[in-house]
């Protein structure tokens, strides 16, 4: 072995580095002896320095995302207002996100940065494998939850018959099935025959051909779809603004449903947003991990050194995505915020001192004629409850107006009868 060899060797930060150098073809030491910027395969490219950074962010983001999402699957859970359709395509995604942070990012810590070096191809091939299911899973549901927008923007009036609780389940496990099927073809799709035990690169083990064929399948795909339908969702929104300033001037009396119907496509719209932030964190998130795959498809085995740091930043940036997602909803739906506050017990005492409101329209009712009636002579106590005892409550308010409609209206004919029968019998009498 020449000088420069033993001197690059003497770098290594571990002995598996030095193990790798001792085991490397003569043709690969001439070319690192030729080429000082080539130290070695995957993580033994990497410094002490550099390891501790990508553990300490991994270790970080997990927490974050573990905290989130598992906010988000306890909401959906216990709060009967949350449990729309859009909701619980986002408690899958939550779920998923949920397993790529104890199954995944371990998994690349593991393996990515050299804490189990010796690995035998089809673990590493395995490893590899599982971590792609839970990439796949993300992607595919966050594609998911926008058709499910885009219905639900596009076609409100039959969305509720189309996108039933048993469609939903369909198509989670749809997502599941393909994701499977798509990542278990590795198994028979790969690099295992040039796999070099000293390091497990969970890239190089899958074969480059397949490694194109996902990124065009589960990335450039979904994404073509997701800007086609918000490209949609946008077009009628713009459409449907003039409607909805129409609605609102509506006369509360005149027409109830329309009033339902212009309040139910606003929620629609805000949802849609909402997913449109996801979708837009989700393109900056995996579009760099997306091209750097391109590139290492691209870029000969000899340089892979070169772009492996390259691909852990991408990789770290998109396994960051699943952090944001939960912030998202709780900067945008005030439902969620407060379901995260309760969960995590910030509102106890706010809700403890409304237990003795009223929250049905018997209770309501009480209510009234205990305390009076609100400001300007309205029956509207103020209650915080969910949307569906705010709908009862109101439609009650409504038959209790009619009520007192036609109460004026009889007392008026039974006055006028009245005096009517009174003016008779005094003509009579005279």
């Known amino acids: 072995m020449s000088s420069q060899s033993s001197q690059l060797m003497d770098e290594c930060v571990d002995s598996g580095c030095q193990q790798r150098f001792s085991n490397m073809p003569s043709e690969v030491l001439v070319s690192s ?25 991994d270790i970080v983001i997990a927490v974050v995302i573990l905290i989130g999402n598992t906010l988000v699957i306890l909401s959906v859970a216990r709060t009967p207002s949350l449990r729309s359709q859009n909701n619980i395509f986002l408690a899958s995604l939550a779920v998923v996100d949920f397993l790529l942070a104890i199954i995944c990012i371990p998994l690349d810590i593991i393996a990515g940065l050299g804490f189990m070096p010796d690995v035998s191809p089809w673990a590493c091939l395995s490893l590899s494998a599982v971590i792609a299911t839970m990439v796949f899973l993300t992607i595919l549901h966050i594609t998911v939850v926008a058709f499910d927008r885009f219905l639900a923007i596009t076609s409100p009036f039959t969305y509720q018959q189309t996108m039933t609780n048993g469609r939903v389940a369909c198509f989670i496990a749809g997502v599941w099935l393909i994701t499977l099927v798509i990542s278990s073809s590795a198994f028979a799709w790969n690099n295992v025959h040039e796999f070099d035990d000293t390091a497990c690169d969970l890239l190089f083990i899958q074969d480059k051909s397949y490694r194109l064929l996902t990124v065009l399948l589960i990335m450039c795909v979904p994404l073509t779809l997701m800007s086609y339908w918000y ?46 932030f996801v979708f837009g964190l989700f393109v900056i998130g995996w579009l760099p991990a997306s091209f750097m795959t391109i590139i290492d498809v691209i870029v000969p085995d000899v340089h892979r050194d070169e772009v492996y740091i390259y691909e852990l930043i991408c990789f770290k940036i998109a396994f960051s995505n699943s952090a944001m997602n939960p912030m998202i909803y709780a900067a945008r739906n005030m439902d969620f915020r407060r379901a995260f506050a309760r969960q995590l017990g910030l509102s106890q005492k706010k809700s403890t001192s409304r237990t003795n409101e009223p929250t049905s329209p018997v209770k309501i009712g009480q209510h009234i004629s205990k305390h009076g009636r609100g400001r300007r002579g309205k029956s509207e106590p103020t209650v915080e409850s969910s949307p569906g005892q705010l709908y009862n409550r109101r439609r009650w308010m409504s038959d209790e107006r009619q009520k007192e409609t036609r109460e004026s209206k009889d007392h008026r004919e039974k006055k006028k009868a009245f005096s009517g029968s009174q003016y008779y019998t005094t003509f009579k009498g005279t």
């Open 231 to 276: 490209f949609r969702i946008y077009r009628v929104a713009r459409s449907h603004r003039r409607r909805i300033a129409a609605l609102e001037r509506v006369l509360e009396t005149k027409a109830f449903a329309q009033a339902k119907y212009g309040t139910t496509l606003k929620k629609d719209l805000k949802a849609a947003v909402t997913i449109m």
């Open 33 to 57: 002896t030729t080429r000082p910027e080539l130290r070695c395969a995957g993580y033994l490219c990497l410094t002490q320095s550099q390891i501790i950074g990508f553990f300490v962010f």
